[in-house]
């Protein structure tokens, strides 16, 4: 297949990128670089560098009717970011979604992979949490993706679009020590432990210390970049052989098992043989307490198997990238 991957000069879109084309799969990445990086699209894949609010732009590459499945990745993430600037999520996150999807549907294109997120939960009801729980979003940036959902459920229903919305848990880790996270400003807690043990930071805060857990702080359920990535080939897969009547394939992506951000930190010590300070600090606005997926489903239906499901590894990963790599992929 020919696969447009908005987004696939980040970080998850990138790994995915890459997969697609070991797959076999043709893929043209559409990103305008303002988080992504040029050197981050595999070598094999086209980069196509535009704005996801530029209709015209999408027209041409989805109007050349080579595209027959469209993965959505492009997006702002950040959770705290999102309780400053909420109308920048709902314009990027939301809006763009929607100038996206009216452009497939010029276009004929049918089939579409939507990064979704755990953010929809909120505080979720119960732990773990499964597809058809209840969603109540604590940040705007959960807020932006739950509406990109709902939206999809219409176009499912009258355009028969075939869709798969993948709730990702907390990705972290590298794929290969020469391909991996480099957000600028960086604000996600492995990197930003993993800065202080290159001594480029001086100490990482803890926000929130009085959350209702075992220690006090937030507890978030931590998936290797590749496993997430490999759930997406499942997903477009599936949607390939499906109808357009067939279900919409919604998936939680963890590995069900969750840490405090004081784990995190123990586990990169270990692996880092650093000390790491930490700061306890104020709560960020948003973050709900505890978020651990199940992914039952995905495992059942599209037998889906995490391969570095344990913390030490994500996070040696990481460590690998980061040490090879500590401006990241420098300034493009
Ligand atoms: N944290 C710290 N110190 C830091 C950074 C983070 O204590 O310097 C804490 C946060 O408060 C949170 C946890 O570590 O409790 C994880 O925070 P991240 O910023 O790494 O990730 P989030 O859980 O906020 O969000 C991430 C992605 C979202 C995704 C979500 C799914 O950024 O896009 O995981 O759970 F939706």
Redo the contacts with the bound molecule.
């Keep these: 297949m020919k696969v447009l991957v908005t987004g696939g000069a980040g970080y998850i879109g990138s790994v995915v990128a890459e997969m697609l084309l070991q797959a076999g799969h043709e893929v043209v990445v559409f990103d305008n670089l303002s988080h992504g990086h040029r050197q981050a699209v595999p070598k094999n894949g086209e980069l196509v560098v535009g704005d996801l609010a530029d209709r015209g732009a999408l027209d041409r590459l989805l109007g050349s009717g080579a595209i027959d499945a469209v993965m959505h990745f492009a997006a702002l993430?950040?959770?705290?970011e999102s309780m400053q600037v909420p109308e920048q999520f709902f314009r990027n996150n939301t809006a763009n979604a929607l100038t996206l999807l009216e452009a497939m549907l010029a276009a004929g294109v049918k089939r579409f992979v939507f990064s979704s997120?755990?953010?929809l939960f909120g505080n979720p009801d119960r732990t773990p949490i499964e597809e058809d729980d209840p969603v109540h979003p604590t940040n705007a940036?959960?807020e932006s993706k739950l509406l990109v959902e709902r939206m999809l459920r219409w176009f499912h229903q009258i355009h028969g679009l075939r869709y798969a919305s993948l709730r990702?848990?907390?990705?972290a880790g590298a794929a290969r020590p020469d391909q991996g996270e480099a957000h600028q400003p960086e604000?996600?807690?492995?990197p930003?432990i993993l800065e202080v043990a290159l001594g480029r930071a001086e100490h990482?805060?803890?926000?929130?210390t009085d959350y209702p857990t075992p220690d006090g702080?937030?507890v978030?359920?931590y998936i290797h970049v590749s496993d997430l990535a490999h759930a997406h080939l499942l997903a477009l897969h599936a949607l390939e052989n499906a109808s357009e009547n067939s279900n919409p394939l919604l998936y939680n992506l963890g590995n069900g098992q969750g840490f405090s951000?004081r784990e995190?930190v123990e586990v990169a010590r270990k692996v880092t043989g650093h000390p790491i300070r930490v700061i306890e600090s104020p709560?960020?606005a948003g973050?709900p307490a505890v978020?651990i997926a199940s992914s039952e489903k995905i495992r059942r239906e599209l037998s889906w198997q995490p391969m570095f499901p344990d913390l030490k590894s994500i996070v040696e990963s990481a460590w690998q990238w980061h040490r090879a790599h500590p401006d990241g992929y420098g300034r493009d």
């Design positions: 993430i950040e959770a705290g997120t755990a953010a940036y959960g990702y848990f907390n990705a604000t996600h807690l492995v930003r990482v805060n803890i926000f929130g702080t937030c978030r359920d951000v995190v709560r960020r973050d978020l």
